[in-house]
C-alpha cells in the first residue's frame, strides 16, 4: 500500500506538469485549435443528485453557451467511483470524454489494494471545480442539540446512536472517522449504497445522525428536516448563518470536499487548457458563483498543476486516517 501511495504521488505530480506544459507539436497544436468540433460527455462516477451531478450540469450548460458544443453528462455510478473511473481510463485521449472525480477517488487509492487502473498514471488533472463543506445533522426530534449535546449522548449510550454514511470509505464516513479519532466517540457506523439512500433513511428515522455533504442535504436543512449541529469546514458557512463549526469544539477539527474535472492521459496540452481556462472563466461568472453559494458550495478556480498538487495533499492526508483507522473497502 505504501509504495503503491508513493507511485500515486510521484506520477501525480508529474501529470499535473505535464498538462501544464505548452503543445510542443504543431499538430497538435492545429487539433487542439479546432476543440471541440462535437458534443462532449462528461462521466459523472456517483448517483444522479449528488454534488458530481449537480456541478457538472451547472457548468455543462455555461461551457456549452461558451464554446457552442453540448456537454452531455452521463451518470455511472458504482464502486465508489471506481467502474466509471476505469471506463474513462479506456477511453480515446482527444478530450472529448471527461471524468468528473472528487474526494472519493482520492481516498479510494488508499481504500483499495487492487484497483483495474493507475489512477495517476491514466487519469490527468484538468482543473479543480468546486469545494464544499458537511454538515452534522439529525432529525428535529433527537435530543441533541449542540455538538456536546451529541458527545454527552453518545458518552451515555455507547455504541448505540447510530451515525448513517454513503458507504465505507465515503467523504461522509471519513467525516464520521476523523470525528471519532479526535474525541473517541461511540457510536454505530451504518454505511449505505450512496448518499441519498443514507439521507432518506435519515429522513425516516431509522437512523439518528449523519455528516452528508451540503448539496443534497442544505434543502432539507433549510425546510426544517434535518437540524445542523455544526459544519466540518474550519469557518462558518455563509449558506447556513448561524451554524458553528465542528472545530469550535472539538480543536483541529476540519474536512472539506471537493469536485474537479479530469481526463484521459495522452490528452493535448492545449485541450487540457482550454477547458482549465473556460472552467475557470465559469466559475467567475456572477451566476455561477450565486447558485454554488445557494448550494452551500464555493469555486475551486485552479490551474492543472495547482490541482493535481491539491489531491497529492489530500490523498496523504487521508491515507493516514484511513490506515490508524485499520479501514478496509467492502
Not at 95 to 109: E, K, M, P, R, W
Not at 110 to 136: C, H, N, T
Request: aromatic share 8%; no cysteine.
Amino acid at each position: 500500500m505504501a509504495r503503491a501511495r508513493r507511485r500515486f504521488l510521484q506520477v501525480l505530480g508529474a501529470a499535473a506538469l505535464v498538462a501544464a506544459a505548452p503543445a510542443i507539436a504543431g499538430a497538435t497544436r492545429a487539433f487542439a485549435q479546432s476543440y471541440p468540433s462535437r458534443p462532449i460527455r462528461w462521466i459523472v462516477s456517483f448517483a444522479a443528485g449528488g454534488a458530481n451531478d449537480i456541478v457538472a450540469r451547472l457548468l455543462g450548460q455555461f461551457l456549452s453557451d461558451k464554446l457552442g458544443q453540448q456537454f452531455l453528462v452521463e451518470v455511472r455510478p458504482g464502486a465508489a467511483g471506481n467502474i466509471a473511473t476505469e471506463a474513462v481510463t479506456h477511453m480515446p485521449p482527444d478530450g472529448y470524454t471527461l471524468l468528473l472525480i472528487n474526494s472519493q477517488n482520492a481516498i479510494n487509492v488508499a481504500l483499495y489494494e487492487k484497483l483495474g487502473f493507475d489512477f495517476v498514471r491514466d487519469i490527468l488533472p484538468v482543473a479543480g471545480m468546486s469545494q464544499f463543506a458537511a454538515a452534522l445533522v439529525a432529525l428535529p426530534s433527537f435530543p441533541a442539540r449542540t455538538v456536546p449535546d451529541l458527545l454527552a449522548a453518545v458518552k451515555n449510550n455507547p455504541g448505540k446512536i447510530t451515525i448513517a454514511s454513503a458507504g465505507v470509505g465515503s467523504i461522509s464516513h471519513m467525516s464520521w472517522e476523523l470525528f471519532k479519532s479526535k474525541t473517541g466517540a461511540d457510536m454505530l457506523h451504518v454505511p449505505y449504497r450512496g448518499e441519498g439512500p443514507a439521507i432518506a433513511d435519515l429522513l425516516g428515522g431509522q437512523v439518528q445522525v449523519m455528516m452528508p455533504s451540503l448539496p443534497p442535504s442544505i434543502e432539507h436543512i433549510r425546510a426544517g428536516k434535518l437540524r445542523p449541529l455544526a459544519v466540518t469546514a474550519a469557518s462558518h458557512v455563509d449558506a447556513l448563518p448561524g451554524v458553528p463549526t465542528i472545530g469550535e469544539f472539538v480543536p483541529g477539527y476540519e474536512n472539506t470536499a471537493w469536485v474537479g474535472i479530469t481526463a484521459p492521459r495522452n490528452t493535448p496540452a492545449d485541450i487540457v487548457a482550454t477547458l482549465n481556462r473556460e472552467i475557470n472563466a465559469a466559475l467567475d461568472d456572477p451566476k455561477i458563483k450565486a447558485r454554488l453559494a445557494e448550494l452551500g458550495m464555493a469555486p475551486f478556480a485552479s490551474s492543472s498543476a495547482d490541482f493535481g498538487r491539491f489531491v497529492v495533499r489530500y490523498t496523504e492526508n487521508w491515507a493516514k486516517v484511513i490506515k490508524a483507522a485499520n479501514i478496509k473497502a467492502e
